[in-house]
């Protein structure tokens, strides 16, 4: 088996990394923002609510019978 050869990485590139990171980080940030905004904006154009499927009217769904066992 071969060893990987690990080299010391220098300052300089460890703090490009963090910057590199750290960008991603924000422009990550900056595109949920503005997905959580649009589906706002096309959720208020269609007048309904998100996830309506999975709304419950109180006589659609009952509860199973409980059943206890005594051994």
Do not use: F, W
């Amino acid at each position: 088996m071969q060893k990987a050869q690990t080299r010391p990485r220098s300052c300089a590139a460890d703090d490009e990394l963090v910057d590199v990171l750290t960008a991603i980080s924000v422009v990550s940030m900056r595109l949920a923002r503005k997905l959580t905004l649009l589906a706002g904006q096309s959720q208020s154009k269609e007048g309904g609510k998100a996830h309506e499927q999975n709304e419950r009217h109180g006589h659609d769904h009952r509860r199973t019978t409980q059943r206890s066992c005594s051994y």
